[in-house]
């Protein structure tokens, strides 16, 4: 059966840096694109990074260059390394997978899977 399972997320203060993982069993995550989505209470769950199969990325415009994401295939996880973290990245995270083509792979609706999610809060 296929399962993600987030970790890593916690509080942290504005400019301080978190790092979450998406372990992945069930399945060979290689083969998958994966993605990192957040929900902000009372907001629309948005997509964050994204890494399809074949390794090529998506990311949205409010986390370039404080974001990345990985892969480690030998593990079967994603990890999302999160920098100069700001109030307003504050959000349950969730990672998800699917078989998709490469290309775009940030549009939530396209995934099946999720994981239960992560809490990051950015506060001091």
């Known amino acids: 059966q296929l399962q993600l399972l987030e970790s890593g997320g916690g509080l942290v203060q504005p400019g301080g840096s978190l790092r979450l993982s998406c372990a992945a069993s069930?399945?060979?995550?290689?083969?998958?694109?994966i993605g990192w989505f957040r929900q902000a209470p009372g907001k629309e769950r948005e997509g964050v990074y994204c890494?399809?199969?074949?390794?090529?990325?998506n990311y949205a415009d409010s986390v370039k260059g404080r974001f990345t994401i990985s892969r480690d295939n030998a593990k079967n996880t994603v990890y999302l390394q999160m920098n100069s973290l700001a109030p307003e990245d504050t959000a349950v995270y969730y990672c998800?997978?699917?078989?998709?083509?490469?290309?775009?792979?940030?549009?939530?609706?396209?995934?099946?899977?999720w994981g239960q999610g992560t809490q990051v809060t950015v506060s001091s």
């Open positions: 069930g399945f060979t995550s290689d083969y998958y694109a």
């Open positions: 890494i399809t199969s074949v390794g090529s990325t």
């Open positions: 998800a997978a699917d078989l998709l083509p490469p290309g775009s792979c940030l549009i939530a609706s396209w995934y099946d899977y």
